[in-house]
């Protein structure tokens, strides 16, 4: 499996982005998809997943109410909507597939199988 993402970028504070992510090859009928990301000399931390079925996401606390996940399964891909941007959303944002989720795993990076390359999103004040 191989994870394709794209759309970070330069914003400003109260802007908005999406990323995107695409997998390729095979994958199991029933994957959590999840995006994390990691700040600039920080740890990876988790953003957003959305199970198998679409119909329960999870988001950090930092997060919610300002991003969106969402899936399209017919293409694979999975969508992080995010609105009013501010500067610590800053980081390196990474998609990814957990094959074999499990109450509670959503927001484990080790319970990721596969990872996409990465994509810079910086939000400036």
């Known amino acids: 499996v191989q994870l394709q993402a794209c759309g970070g970028g330069l914003a400003q504070a109260g802007d908005s982005l999406t990323l995107s992510c695409v997998a390729s090859g095979r994958t199991y009928s029933h994957y959590t998809f999840g995006w994390f990301r990691q700040p600039p000399g920080k740890e990876v931390e988790f953003v957003a997943a959305i199970s198998y079925s679409g119909l329960t996401s999870y988001y950090a606390d930092s997060v919610k109410g300002r991003f969106s996940i969402s899936r399209d399964d017919s293409r694979k891909t999975v969508v992080l909507q995010m609105n009013s941007l501010k500067p610590e959303d800053t980081a390196v944002y990474y998609c990814?597939?957990?094959?074999?989720?499990?109450?509670?795993?959503?927001?484990?990076?080790?319970?990721?199988?596969?990872w996409g390359q990465g994509t810079e999103v910086t939000v400036s004040s």
């Open positions: 990814g597939i957990d094959e074999h989720p499990h109450s509670g795993s959503y927001n484990m990076r080790d319970e990721y199988n596969f």
